[in-house]
């Protein structure tokens, strides 16, 4: 193809896909308006700065909440808590206090004391011990380029005028970077750092965009223009690629393509085993979108809804009336089918602006989930009486995020008795516990004896069996959903679960790979993201369950 040798990168993998084109350098970090800012400030020139520094806040607080509404409307609603938490770091209390003793007793500009300050923060959360903080570290220098961005005047973002289609080679993204990357149709990303676990690659996968980090030295390179073939699914990518290796490339992508349409075309049907045992496939969804895509896609149901999306970027949480609103307009195209409302999992790394980051020095192993609801009882109040008015209308029912012990489903009960007892209603949804902790395993036949049925969440029972925080790429040889230790969990659970409906709702789930383990271990239920519902009922018809529970 020409004169130039083949050069092979071999990275990380996170985020999957086939993808080529010309290669971009791009510097996502904005370091062009470092030195737009003077710091020969006299002592009567403070208060303006501060000033300055106040209605820059303002602005991009606004963009931090309209972003956060967008980003649940297109892409989803988890990860719109991303610039939730943006928001709520940029109005910290501290924070702005620093800012302004760096004005007035330095005597610099807003600008200066925004880069000093919030790298001063970034560090800080770098030394700290816990996972989620370090991860804090990204967030504060995004917020830092976005309000020296302010400061100067600037509102082009430093990627905005990368190529269509092209490659973006860079040394790391932030959360924001992704957005624009989507509305450029990037083809693909080439990084030097960046975990799988980072916000920026969750973004990638949820987008589609194929992505591979650790790629050392690229950047140096400048391998600008250059044509690329990535190959994201093995962490590779090809730089100046010889003829076979395109002609391979390409018949690569058709038989991919070629095996996802056979799969779409047979996804509207019972998803049976080789020996004729039907197994449920359903869908996560977060908004009427997911929905309708995972019903064209084949779901029977949805598995699990989350109504985060209801919360997502507000400063006072949703009344009942509003949050009704919200679930039936993103249930509408289920309508008929079984659906799982899953009360909202907030807590550890996922604040919410009405509640702040809660003071613990571990989040992961404090308020989450139920434990939080209980503790802010008129939350949990608000989303059972919606609930219990949606049932009228949808084949509903409840799920219980990070149930721990049997007490935490006794306290939901209750209260949904009380509730129902109040507004004259008989029958209640069934109620369900979300088993995420080897403790809930472990206490199944107590837990069980207050549900209707339980659902596995392996994400955070992987991160809970090996002590693994699943976002720390140092520990990430540690997180291993697919290990024996999960399915040996996952048999006892659904042994001790008695006649209680199993379901698992994991990443674990969507694996085909790993389908045939899954429904040995008794699962009978499966609840996965929409496009990957397809392969999934494809991998199903492939087992045989005879003579398995």
Known sequence: MNAVTPQIYVGTSISPGLAEGPLHVGDPLGGYFDGWFANDLGPHDSDEEISRLDRATLSISEELLALAEKVEREIDAKLAQVFSVHHILL???????????????????AGSAVKTVFLRWENRFLLMESQIARDKGDDMRDLSRRLRGALAGISA??????PEGCVLVAMRLLPSDTMILRSRSTAAVLL???????????????????????????VATKPIGAHSLVEADHGKVTIHPARNQVEEFHAEVRRKKAASRLALEHAKGPALTRDRVRIAVMANVGNADDTRMAI????????????EQAYIGRSQPPSAEELFEEMQQSLAPAQGMPVCVRLLDIGADKPLPFLGFLAESNPSLG?????????????????LRTILKLAGHFDLSVLVPMVSVAGDMLAVRERLHAIATRQQIKKLPPVGAMLETPAAVLDMQEIARHSDFVSFGTNDLTQYAFAADRENA?????????????????????????????????ELAGRPDQISRILK???????????LIPAIKGAIRDCTLSHQP
Do not use: W
């Not at 924070?95 to 007035?104: F, G, Q």
């Not at 697919?482 to 659970?493: E, P």
């Not at 006649?499 to 994991?506: E, H, M, P, Q, Y």
């Open 521 to 531: 271990c008794g699962i009978r239920t499966l609840s996965v993201a929409p496009p």
């Open 91 to 109: 109005e910290d209390a501290s924070l702005k206090a620093e800012l302004r003793r760096e004005i007035t007793e330095n005597l610099v500009s």
């Open 367 to 383: 308020r989450r989930g139920i434990r939080l609801l209980l503790e802010y009882p008129e939350l949990l109040d608000t989303q």
């Open 192 to 218: 030097e750092y960046g975990s799988h676990g980072s916000h920026s690659a969750l973004f990638a996968r949820e987008m589609g965009l194929p992505c591979i980090s650790g790629l050392a030295g690229l």
């Open 296 to 307: 064209e896609s084949g779901a029977e149901g949805v598995g699990l809804y989350r109504i």
């Open 157 to 162: 973002h430093p990627l905005e005028d990368i």
């Open 474 to 506: 140092a520990v990430e040889r540690y997180f291993d959903d697919a290990s024996d230790v999960i399915f040996r969990l996952l048999r006892m659970g659904c042994e001790e679960a008695s006649d209680l409906a199993v379901s698992l709702c994991g």
